[in-house]
Nanobody
Framework: QVQLVESGGGLVQAGGSLRLSCTAS????????MGWWRQVPGKQRELVAR???????NYADSVKGRFTISRDSAKDTVNLQMNSLKLEDTAVYYC??????????WGKGTQVTVSS
């Protein structure tokens, strides 16, 4: 029943920053984890960052030190602060939510394009 609303994608030059946001239409108590994935044409969707219960976080090696994920439990929102963006960060970014019975929900995706 979760609906995800994503925002913050756009065009940015290499070295710049963007902040993605995703809000879920479900109370926090039903959500186990929230995160961001990304996909480019011809490649599999990959995990970028995820925050779980208790605030534990996981990051792809390629974004460690540059991206920061945070969760606002009161608002059922997850944010991804992306700094020092590189050309290879260009992708469609998808918000993902896992509820307490391990059902997964996906946003429609937001385009992030990094230019030289």
């Amino acid at each position: 029943q979760v609906q995800l609303v994503e925002s913050g994608g756009g065009l940015v030059q290499a070295g710049g920053s963007l902040r993605l946001s995703c809000t879920a239409s479900r109370s926090t108590w039903t959500i186990k984890a929230m995160g961001w994935w990304r996909q480019v044409p011809g490649k599999q969707r990959e995990l970028v960052a995820r925050v779980g219960s208790g605030g534990t976080t996981n990051y792809a090696d390629s974004v460690k030190g540059r991206f920061t994920i945070s969760r606002d439990s009161a608002k059922d929102t997850v944010n991804l602060q992306m700094n020092s963006l590189k050309l290879e960060d260009t992708a469609v970014y998808y918000c993902n939510v896992m509820d307490i019975i391990h059902h997964e929900y996906w946003g429609k995706g937001t385009q992030v394009t990094v230019s030289s």
